[in-house]
C-alpha cells in the first residue's frame, strides 16, 4: 500500500518561512511527477507547485518567487519550502504523487499564516 507522510506544517508570522515534506513508500515517487496541493475552508483544492521526475518545476502564480519545491531521489521525498508567508496561504497542503494511471495523495498538513 502507498503512503505519503507531510510534515512541517503549522503557525507561522506573516513574511515568515516553513519547509514541509513529503515521504513517499514503496518509491513511489521514483520516476513519477509530484505535486504539493492545498484546500483553504471553503475553496477547492487548487496546485501549488508540480516537479517532474527529470526536475522540472512549475508554480501555480501566486507563489511564484515565494515556493521551491525539490526532491530526494535517495530519500524519495519531496519538499516545499515556503517563504515570506501571506495569510491568503492559509490552507491544509497536500502532497501527490501523479503516477499513471492514479495519484496518491497524503494526508495533508495545516498551514497558517497569522497578519
Known amino acids: 500500500q502507498v503512503q505519503l507522510v507531510e510534515s512541517g506544517g503549522g503557525l507561522v508570522q506573516a513574511g515568515g518561512s516553513l519547509r514541509l515534506s513529503c515521504a513517499a513508500s514503496?518509491?513511489?515517487?521514483?520516476?513519477?511527477?509530484a505535486g504539493w496541493y492545498r484546500q483553504a475552508p471553503g475553496k477547492q483544492r487548487e496546485l501549488v507547485a508540480i516537479i517532474t521526475s527529470g526536475g522540472g518545476t512549475n508554480y501555480a502564480d501566486s507563489v511564484k518567487g515565494r515556493f521551491t519545491i525539490s526532491r530526494d531521489n535517495v530519500k524519495d521525498t519531496v519538499y516545499l519550502q515556503m517563504n515570506s508567508l501571506k495569510p491568503e496561504d492559509t490552507a491544509v497542503y497536500y502532497c501527490?504523487?501523479?503516477?499513471?494511471?492514479?495519484?496518491?495523495w497524503g494526508q495533508g498538513t495545516q498551514v497558517t499564516v497569522s497578519s
Open positions: 501527490a504523487a501523479l503516477t499513471m494511471p492514479m495519484t496518491y
Open positions: 514503496r518509491n513511489i515517487f521514483r520516476g513519477n511527477a
